[in-house]
């Protein structure tokens, strides 16, 4: 017996369907996100870095020694993936993390004290400059965050968790207003 399954975002249930009012204080849901995660072998680290920065469509996000995701919102996680298979072909192992990941992205002048609320990490531009990112709990949660801009940051989470994680970040940005909906597509 043969099963089709749709592929649904684990937040469809959660977010109106239609973009609502946008607070200065918002979270942005990509849809979909291409992201891979790129193993360096050994000796390989400085030269997959450097290569993935070279590629300059995609975003780097440090998760351990020679370890990195690499991210892409103008990419299929099909074409991410080949492309860096070819770029990093003998340096560096990939594999396809897109279906697995939620990609939350945080914008406005209060997302540093709404962070605060749940992570134990300094988020002073001087400390955490933008391009930096690091594992993180979030209050339980294990989370990838990056600071993207000013007052932006994305946290990239597990699939599994994205509702438990979009829960507490609701309760954190309560004080703030914070408004939340899928990325528009343009």
Do not use: W
Request: glycine letters at 8%.
């Amino acid at each position: 017996m043969s099963r089709t399954y749709i592929s649904r975002h684990p937040l469809d249930d959660l977010l109106p369907l239609e973009p609502g009012i946008r607070a200065v204080d918002h979270l942005d849901i990509p849809r979909s996100s291409a992201i891979v995660s790129v193993m360096a072998m050994d000796g390989e680290e400085a030269s997959v870095t450097a290569g993935l920065a070279a590629s300059g469509v995609v975003s780097i996000r440090f998760t351990g020694p020679g370890e990195l995701l690499a991210v892409s919102q103008s990419e299929t996680p099909e074409s991410l993936h080949r492309n860096l298979s070819l770029l990093l072909a003998e340096t560096a192992y990939i594999v396809d993390q897109s279906d697995g990941r939620v990609v939350f992205r945080l914008s406005g002048p209060n997302v540093r004290r709404l962070l605060a609320k749940g992570i134990a990490t300094d988020l002073h531009p001087a400390m955490f400059e933008i391009g930096a990112s690091s594992n993180v709990l979030c209050g339980h949660i294990s989370v990838n965050l990056a600071r993207t801009g000013e007052n932006e940051f994305e946290l990239i989470v597990m699939r599994s968790f994205a509702v438990a994680l979009f829960d507490d970040l609701k309760v954190m940005g309560r004080e703030f207003d914070l408004s939340a909906g899928f990325s528009v597509r343009v």
